[in-house]
């Protein structure tokens, strides 16, 4: 299947400062990719969809001053937390939507935010 | 919300074959069933999906019932690295918000030697 990769895998900040997140596809261009969040013994959660060259979307309930989504390239999306509190530790997962008939979502391996 | 509703947990002795049904009741008929896996703290890995035929890969075969109202993810001989949370989802194919992965609580799968 169809690669994407995550980086940091692990930060840990104080709390106020701002994290930022990548999220790359390896193999693939997508114009299409996502943001969950998921709290302990907890499903994930979407928080946005992001589109390469425009705002993204956000789900209810998800402050989009807070969450800063960028998607400048077809391989490259980031997500950044800005003035992060404790309350947003949590674990961040990104996908990104295979193009093509089946438009199958793959997913990265996550990175666990820690805001202490 | 989610439109699936699974069993919250499941337990497979190694080597045999695990089912793991799912119910989709008011799936409509352009929807997909999609299942995914997540081991714990990583992010969730694809497995299969289908639209009303059977399907069959190296992971593992759907099963649709004919009305498409439930199906049953089988892993044929299970190891102790498929204990995981399985997800059943059903989605539009196409983009847009309809087409978005919503996740339900999924089925807690643990395998024992």
């Known amino acids: 299947g169809a690669v994407v990769s995550q980086h940091p895998s692990r930060v840990i900040c104080k709390s106020g400062t701002s994290v930022k997140i990548e999220c790359r596809s390896l193999?693939?261009?997508?114009?299409?990719m996502f943001w969950y969040r998921q709290f302990p013994k907890q499903s994930l959660m979407l928080m946005a969809t992001s589109n390469e060259g425009s705002k993204a979307t956000y789900e209810q309930g998800v402050e989009k001053d807070k969450f800063l989504i960028n998607h400048a390239s077809l391989t490259l999306s980031t997500l950044t937390v800005t003035s992060a509190h404790p309350e947003d530790s949590s674990f961040y997962i990104c996908?990104?939507?295979?193009?093509?008939?089946?438009?199958?979502?793959?997913f990265g391996p996550g990175t666990r935010l820690t805001v202490l | 919300d989610a439109k699936t509703t699974q069993p919250t947990s499941m337990d497979c002795a190694e080597g045999r074959a695990a089912n793991l049904p799912c119910n989709h009741s008011t799936i409509s008929g352009n929807e997909y069933v999609y299942w995914y896996r997540q081991i714990h703290s990583q992010g969730p890995q694809y497995i299969i999906h289908?639209?009303?035929n059977n399907e069959t890969n190296e992971m593992a075969s759907l099963i649709i019932t004919e009305d498409r109202k439930s199906s049953t993810l089988i892993l044929p001989h299970a190891t102790l690295r498929d204990t995981a949370v399985y997800y059943c989802?059903?989605?539009?194919?196409?983009?847009?918000?309809?087409?978005?992965?919503?996740f339900g609580k999924g089925t807690k799968l643990s395998v024992k030697p």
């Open positions: 193999d693939f261009q997508a114009t299409t």
């Open positions: 989802i059903v989605r539009l194919n196409y983009g847009g918000s309809q087409g978005n992965l919503i």
């Open positions: 996908s990104a939507r295979v193009p093509g008939y089946t438009d199958t979502q793959y």
């Open positions: 289908g639209l009303k």
